[in-house]
Antibody, heavy 116, light 106 residues
C-alpha cells in the first residue's frame, strides 16, 4: 500500500524557517517524481514545488521561488521542503504527492502556521 | 501561468441527480487535465486523468471529457458519498488547479 507521511509542521514566526519531511513507503520511491502542494485554510489547492526522481529537474511556484528548497534522499525514501523567510500567506496544509505520471497519491498533509 | 477557471463554485443537488461542472484553461493544455475529489478533512483523490480516463477503482458514474481549453466532469447518478469539493488540475505546464466546485445536498 502506498503511503506518504508528512511531518515537521507547526507554528512559526514570520521570517523564520521550517523544514518539512515526507516519508514514502509501499513503492519504489526513487522511480517517481514528487511534488509539494499546499492548501490554505478553507481555500483551494496550490502547487508549490516539483522534483524529479533523480533530482535532476526541480521547479518552483513563483510565490515560493528563492525562499523554499525541495530535495529528496532516495536512500531514506524521504522528500523534504526547506522553507525560509516564511510569511503569513504561507500558512497552509502542506501535502506531498506522488507523480505517477499524474498526481496519483497524496499524503494526509502537515499544517504550517506562520504567525507572531 | 495557465489559469484554470472552474464553474460553478457550488451546486445544491439531490441524490440521483446528474451533476456537471466545467473547467476552462487560459491556453491549450491538450488532454492534460485531471479531476480530484476532496472530502472534508481528507486529502484529494484522483478520479479522472488525461481528461477522460477513469482511475483504478473509480465508479463509472464519474466521467470526464474535453481537450484543448474546455473540460467537463460529470457524475451521472449522484450518491450521498459523492458530497465533496471537486477540483480540476492541468499538468501541461507545471500544475495549476481550478478553484473547486462544492457539492451540497439540496
Amino acid at each position: 500500500e502506498v503511503q506518504l507521511v508528512e511531518s515537521g509542521g507547526g507554528l512559526v514566526q514570520p521570517g523564520r524557517s521550517l523544514k518539512l519531511s515526507c516519508v514514502a513507503s509501499g513503492f519504489t520511491f526513487s522511480n517517481y517524481g514528487m511534488n509539494w502542494i499546499r492548501q490554505a485554510p478553507g481555500k483551494g489547492l496550490e502547487w508549490v514545488a516539483y522534483i524529479s526522481s533523480g533530482s535532476s529537474y526541480i521547479y518552483y511556484a513563483e510565490t515560493v521561488k528563492g525562499r523554499f528548497t525541495i530535495s529528496r534522499d532516495n536512500a531514506k525514501n524521504t522528500l523534504y521542503l526547506q522553507m525560509t523567510s516564511l510569511r503569513s500567506e504561507d500558512t497552509a496544509l502542506y501535502y506531498c504527492a506522488r507523480v505517477g505520471p499524474t498526481i496519483d497519491y497524496w499524503g494526509q498533509g502537515v499544517m504550517v502556521t506562520v504567525s507572531s | 501561468d495557465i489559469v484554470m477557471t472552474q464553474s460553478p463554485t457550488s451546486m445544491s443537488i439531490s441524490v440521483g441527480d446528474r451533476v456537471t461542472m466545467n473547467c476552462k484553461a487560459s491556453q491549450n493544455v491538450g488532454s492534460n487535465v485531471d479531476w480530484y475529489q476532496q472530502k472534508t478533512g481528507q486529502s484529494p483523490k484522483l478520479l479522472i486523468y488525461k481528461a477522460s480516463n477513469r482511475y483504478t477503482g473509480v465508479p463509472d458514474r464519474f466521467t470526464g471529457s474535453g481537450s484543448g481549453t474546455d473540460f467537463t466532469f460529470t457524475i451521472s447518478n449522484m450518491q450521498a458519498e459523492d458530497l465533496a469539493v471537486y477540483y480540476c488540475m492541468q499538468s501541461n505546464s507545471y500544475l495549476t488547479f481550478g478553484s473547486g466546485t462544492k457539492l451540497e445536498i439540496k
